[in-house]
T-cell receptor
Framework: DAGVIQSPRHEVTEMGQEVTLRCKPI?????LFWYRQTMMRGLELLIY????????DSGMPEDRFSAKMPNASFSTLKIQPSEPRDSAVYFC??????????????FGDGTRLSIL | RKEVEQDPGPFNVPEGATVAFNCTYS??????FFWYRQDCRKEPKLLMS???SGNEDGRFTAQLNRASQYISLLIRDSKLSDSATYLC??????????FGKGTMLLVSP
């Protein structure tokens, strides 16, 4: 079975540019999560969706960050304009609930973002 | 107090050794607990869930102490391939998880 698919794997761009990260969750999973990982702060939840609806975006750092989930198989995380402090690894994860129990989250390979 | 706290390590152990990691969490209402493993420059992967009664999966044993709000992971007979960062994970809300920063394990020949 295909896991969570993220693209691109690596992105290097200059500050001020728009960055778009993409994610395809595991088929049948109704929860999708965007995380950011840095050495200093570890893995931080940015936003999550349930059935394509954003539920909690309190982790989104500022208005420069936005996320959408137009359908059950696709989500984007956009940074506009990008800044050097946005450099990090961005992970997408998906999960579901089975018989009332939260199932573990499955992560994509991540996007390594470097803003110069 | 941080939501999930772990000793960052690194723990340096020889092959065959037994090593244990602890993790404390602050939210007493948490109901789901996991250990994830993350290899260098890779994504976190589920190692095992942690159940109230404790559970074992081969060389790995996880335990939960709700009264003291800590979780442990014991690795017996360490292998070189066990070298990784181990993330303690606790549910924050119904669907969301809080990840610790991880404990690094280095197993040497």
């Amino acid at each position: 079975d295909a896991g969570v698919i993220q693209s691109p794997r690596h992105e290097v761009t200059e500050m001020g540019q728009e960055v778009t990260l993409r994610c395809k969750p595991i088929s049948g999973h109704d929860y999708l999560f965007w995380y950011r990982q840095t050495m200093m702060r570890g893995l931080e939840l940015l936003i999550y969706f349930n059935n394509n609806v954003p539920i909690d975006d309190s982790g989104m750092p500022e208005d420069r960050f936005s996320a959408k989930m137009p359908n059950a198989s696709f989500s984007t995380l956009k940074i506009q304009p990008s800044e050097p402090r946005d450099s990090a690894v961005y992970f997408c994860a998906s999960s579901t609930v089975t018989r009332g129990n939260n199932q573990p989250q499955h992560f994509g390979d991540g996007t390594r973002l470097s803003i110069l | 107090r941080k939501e999930v706290e772990q000793d960052p390590g690194p723990f340096n152990v020889p092959e065959g050794a037994t090593v244990a990691f602890n993790c404390t969490y602050s939210n007493s209402a948490s109901q789901s607990f996991f250990w994830y493993r993350q290899d260098c420059r890779k994504e976190p992967k589920l190692l095992m869930s942690v159940y109230s009664s404790g559970n074992e999966d081969g060389r790995f044993t996880a335990q939960l102490n709700r009264a003291s709000q800590y979780i442990s992971l014991l690795i017996r007979d360490s292998k070189l391939s066990d070298s990784a960062t181990y993330l303690c994970v606790v549910n924050r809300g119904y669907s969301t998880l809080t990840f610790g920063k991880g404990t690094m394990l280095l197993v040497s020949p």
